[in-house]
């Protein structure tokens, strides 16, 4: 039982870190643009990170499917409507969050 524990946190902190918070990570876009700002970097050297971050995105994701697949191979389907539960939940959590950063964004512009 622990190690489905850990499993499933890992699963967890692997998905919430792949795709940032509300799973916008639009292929890396924000850091690429961060990055290109820092970096000076040249049009064809975005173009280039825009495409590793976007190939590695797509990497993490089929990583992640397979290994939630794996999970719910072992899970009883009562197991796993909790867990469909656990992540509905933690959606809502993060886009209450997600609100809140606006509102207080838009606090902090007037």
Do not use: W, Y
Not at 8 to 32: I, N
Not at 42 to 57: C, D, H, Y
Request: overall charge positive; hydrophobic content about 35%; charged content about 40%.
């Amino acid at each position: 039982m622990k190690k489905v524990i850990v499993i499933l946190l890992a699963v967890f902190a692997t998905s919430a870190f792949a795709f940032g918070p509300g799973g916008d990570h639009k292929g890396g876009e924000r850091m690429v643009e961060h990055m290109a700002q820092k970096l000076d970097l040249s049009e064809e050297q975005s173009e280039q990170m825009k495409a590793i971050f976007t190939e590695q995105g797509e990497k993490m994701k089929a990583l992640h499917d397979e290994t939630q697949g794996k999970i719910n191979a072992i899970l009883t389907p009562e197991q796993q409507k909790k867990m469909a539960e656990m992540k509905e939940k933690r959606k809502e959590r993060r886009e209450e969050r997600k609100e809140k950063r606006k509102e207080k964004m838009k606090e902090e512009n007037e």
